[in-house]
Nanobody
């Protein structure tokens, strides 16, 4: 298992931007961001291979959020632009080390979460 440490949450105005960071303690094959709003189920936001491969995005954030990686730092970022009040949630970083043809599921390691509030 890897340890994941998130940072970068906070408050923003509607239309504003925030950037989340997630640092892993070791090797990962896929990393992703999930979010959970009060009373709602956790949903996947974006995922990325730490090797080659195209990122995945939820339809609700496509064109507004960008997931990227810095393999040397074992860190994944989520740049969130054009924020909306409905983006308000606890955001969780997730990772897994096992390989498959998709990074859409199967996450085994989770961070503590960072709150994002958009007003």
């Amino acid at each position: 298992h890897v340890q994941l440490v998130e940072s970068g949450g906070g408050s923003a105005q509607s239309g504003g931007s925030l950037r989340l960071s997630c640092a892993a303690s070791g090797y990962t094959y896929c990393m992703a961001w999930f979010r959970q709003a009060p009373g709602m189920e956790r949903e996947a936001v974006a995922a990325i291979y730490t090797g080659l491969g195209r990122p995945l995005y939820a339809d609700s954030v496509l064109g507004r959020f960008t997931i990227s990686k810095d393999n040397a730092r074992k860190t994944v970022y989520l740049q969130m632009n054009s924020l909306k009040p409905e983006d308000t949630a606890m955001y969780y970083c997730a990772a897994r080390t096992w390989r498959s043809s998709t990074c859409a599921y199967g996450y085994t390691d989770w961070g503590q979460g960072t709150q994002v509030t958009v007003s």
